[in-house]
């Protein structure tokens, strides 16, 4: 394969497991009065294992709040399927003794949502596993869709056609009661297959409460490369600057030393870039094979923004990596070197001529500063 990136089908190149059966038959029962809640609560507080989904529809122009509303909470526990009524039920506290006990595993398939919409309703969950975060990391992003899994998983084909349904309807009909049950059902069940067959993935992405914060694992100015979703203090940029270039290493081989969840890896991978930091190319290469996709791409791209050509070789072979994205990173990446290589001095004037990875769209209004405040050359 050519560094040329029109030959590929995007396709999942790695690996392929044996497919589980797919799952069988729960009871199901609707949960719509306080008693019965109760019930679930107590019963779901004893399991060491639960899936959760949610169900949940855009905030209107005339609500109050932007937050999208909580229509249905779906809970298994590996026998039995609750699907919550949080449209009838408003007081739903008594579900954060599960949701809050560390030792009780929640699954989720595509967490960030899930818990956005549940913490508007004072939910709280602690000792998290996202599949769907496993499934990208493992198979690449247009892979890891519930669907696309549960056919690779179970030989189970589902029906999404009621996912854009107006969940807040009411009375629900079975078709939709269904729908939701089976997603917490298949969750739980992708859940079994990945942990049969990709145990390693399973440990370090699970997000356990006993995790340290990542303010115990970097240094101050590096917290803000690491919290994509938060908004960076207005001191960034300054105290990135006033750190010395040698601490700066330092302090980001340590990061790298102390960090083991994927995304974060891959946003410290990604960051050597960021700043211009050269002098640790000889760690984004043994990032390149990596355990994560993510990483993986992360640093693929870093070593091509930073001009490191001698290990082009290296990326090179990434044009056969199992997952689209890293070949995808790879592709556009060895173009870029090429042209550096070709002439540095026409290269850095034609830069907008040459190919663009998309994914490569950071528009952050701190480090957008952070860049006007750094060397010319950097």
């Known amino acids: 394969m050519s560094s040329s990136f029109s030959e590929d089908n995007g396709g999942y190149f790695g690996r392929v497991f044996p497919p589980m059966p797919p799952p069988s038959q729960f009871e199901r029962t609707l949960i719509e009065n306080y008693g019965d809640l109760s019930q679930c609560a107590a019963i779901i507080a004893q399991v060491p294992i639960l899936a959760v989904d949610a169900e949940f529809v855009s905030a209107k122009t005339t609500d109050s709040s932007s937050t999208p509303r909580l229509a249905l909470i779906q809970i298994f526990d590996g026998h039995q399927t609750y699907v919550i009524d949080a449209m009838k039920l408003f007081h739903l506290s008594i ?11 929640k699954i989720f398939h595509g967490v960030g949502s899930d818990l956005r919409v549940l913490g508007a309703r004072d939910l709280r969950v602690q000792n998290i596993i996202d599949i769907e975060a496993v499934c990208r990391s493992i198979f ?11 056919l690779r998983s179970c030989s189970y084909r589902m029906d999404k056609t009621l996912q854009r349904s107006d969940w807040t309807l009411r009375p629900l009909t079975s078709a939709m009661f269904l729908y939701a049950a089976r997603d917490a059902e298949m969750t739980f069940q992708l859940y079994l297959w990945l942990s049969e067959y990709y145990a390693d993935y399973i440990a370090v992405f699970a997000d356990s409460p006993n995790d340290p914060p990542v303010e115990k694992l970097a240094a101050e100015w590096l917290i803000p490369f690491l919290q994509k979703d938060r908004a960076a203090p207005n001191d960034s940029p300054q105290l990135y600057i006033s750190t010395p270039i040698a601490k700066r290493e330092k302090d980001f081989i340590q990061a790298y030393q102390r960090i083991q969840k994927p995304v974060l890896r891959a946003r410290l991978v990604k960051a050597a870039a960021d700043i211009a930091l050269t ?3 000889d760690l984004l290469l043994r990032s390149l094979s990596a355990l994560s996709s993510e990483e993986r791409s992360a640093a693929v791209r870093s070593l091509s923004k930073m001009h490191v050509y001698e290990y082009r070789d290296a990326i090179r072979k990434l044009l056969e990596d199992p997952v689209y994205d890293v070949r995808k990173a790879a592709a556009y990446a060895l173009n870029h070197l090429d042209d550096w290589s070709k002439n540095e001095k026409h290269a850095a004037e034609s830069h907008e001529d040459s190919p ?5 769209d950071d528009t952050s209004p701190w480090k957008a500063k952070l860049r006007g405040m750094l060397p010319p050359d950097s």
Not at 95 to 105: D, V
Not at 140 to 150: D, H, I, P, R, V
Request: net charge negative; glycine share 10%.
């Open 279 to 281: 002098g640790v190319k």
């Open 140 to 150: 690449g992003a247009k892979e890891s869709g519930l669907q696309s899994m549960m």
């Open 95 to 105: 579900l954060n003794e599960p949701f809050m006990n560390p030792a009780i595993l």
């Open 356 to 360: 663009k990875d998309p994914e490569e």
